[in-house]
């Protein structure tokens, strides 16, 4: 019997091997994007602490406009430090969307590949198979030969 051989071995090799290079990119790229996100989310919240400790201020009983003053210019500060994260948050996510087209691409082809070799590999089974019984058969056919031929002997 022939041992089944994938001619485009060599290919889905290739291809399954670029395909986990583009896992490893895509996995990369997923976890900057998710620390960038975590560091605009965490600076929201300070933002957010900020605005709150400057309202806070401006209710108070008695006014430190000097204190007001530099926490309105920091917290407006913060707000343009919030605005650039979450804007390189978005650039991080991006990339990881155009990191994951191109591995579902590569993982496409490869399991394309994949089923032309597992149809190959079925059609070897089946010709086998059909190899097999057209040798029995043929066995077959020749022991009935042989009996009728020692039938018509004696």
């Known amino acids: 019997m022939t041992r089944f051989r994938f ?3 060599r290919v889905l090799h290739a291809r399954r091997a670029a395909e986990q290079m583009q896992r490893a990119e895509l996995a990369a790229a997923e976890n900057l994007a ?5 560091r605009a989310d965490a600076w929201s919240d300070d933002v957010r602490t900020a605005q709150t400790d400057v309202r806070a201020a401006q209710a108070a009983k008695s006014l430190d406009a ?3 003053l530099v926490s309105h210019t920091a917290h407006e500060q913060m ?3 919030e605005r650039d994260l979450c804007a390189a948050a978005d650039v991080a996510s991006d990339a990881a969307a155009t990191e ?6 590569l993982r496409a082809d490869v399991r ?3 089923r032309l070799e597992a149809r190959g590999r079925e059609r070897m089974r089946e010709k086998i198979a059909t190899e097999e019984e057209r040798a029995i058969e043929e066995f077959a056919a020749r022991q009935a030969e042989q009996r009728r031929r020692m039938g018509e002997r004696r």
């Open 100 to 105: 994951r087209a191109a591995w579902r691409a």
């Open 112 to 114: 394309g590949l994949e």
């Open 66 to 68: 000097g204190w007001i």
């Open 79 to 81: 707000v343009v430090v």
């Open 7 to 9: 001619r485009l071995e």
């Open 34 to 38: 998710r620390r960038a996100e975590e």
